[in-house]
């Protein structure tokens, strides 16, 4: 059984980076065929993709955030992390690490944690 | 970037009531569309993937179907259970893309 979980401060400031790592158990971020995925949702909001990176290293992100988002794996630590810089209010919100199957199906979620962006 | 739309946004149905939510692309997106069924404070799980393929472990309660631009996801038979929030998610093109959420409650 796969499971994901999410950890990194719940407060960040105004125009600092926001870092989160995401621990991989029952499986492996070295393994082809996945994709690890970073997806968010503001409070009481729908869900928005931020990006990818695959086993070999290739990473795609959301054009909406593409300057200010890095996605980067640890395999000795079996983990994947996310950075996202200059961040605002409007990047307020529930952080999910995510396995893609196939092209675009997510599989297993991590539980989410939330970050909120305030001085 | 592919736009979804849901609808309704959110519903009301008795328990045992068929409940149907549609999703549309804003362009051809084949059968590259999955539903993810989301509770209150809890992760997103994959209900139909592929437009139509019940998700291993799933009730088949669940169904889903179209193509190209328009879809539906049913529910047979409304348990209590099913009170969440439902999303489609194309990925035929790259960024991935979910639509609004239809909130489902019992009436």
């Known amino acids: 059984q796969v499971q994901l979980q999410e950890s990194g401060p719940g407060l960040v400031k105004p125009s600092q980076t926001l870092s989160l790592t995401c621990a991989v158990s029952g499986g492996s971020v070295s393994s082809g065929g996945y994709s690890w995925n970073w997806i968010r949702q503001p409070p009481g909001k729908g869900l928005e993709w931020i990006g990818y990176i695959y086993y070999s290293g290739h990473t795609y992100y959301n054009p909406s955030l593409k300057r200010r988002v890095a996605i980067s794996t640890d395999t000795s630590k079996n983990h994947f992390s996310l950075k996202l810089t200059s961040v605002t209010a409007a990047d307020t919100a529930v952080y999910f690490c995510v396995r893609g199957y196939g092209s675009g199906r997510f599989d297993y979620w991590g539980q989410g944690t939330l970050a909120t962006v305030s001085s | 970037d592919i736009q979804m739309t849901q609808s309704p946004s959110s519903l009301s149905a008795s328990v045992g009531d068929r409940v149907t939510i549609t999703c549309q692309a804003s362009q051809d997106i084949k059968n590259y569309l999955n539903w993810y069924q989301q509770k209150p404070g809890k992760a997103p799980n994959l209900l139909i993937y592929d437009a139509s393929n019940l998700e291993t472990g799933v009730s088949s309660r669940f169904s889903g179907s179209g193509s190209g631009t328009d879809f539906s996801f049913t529910i047979s038979s409304l348990q209590p259970e099913d009170i969440a929030t439902y999303y489609c998610?194309?990925?035929?093109?790259?960024?991935?893309?979910f639509g609004p959420g239809t909130k489902v409650d019992i009436k």
């Open positions: 998610q194309q990925y035929n093109n790259l960024p991935f893309t």
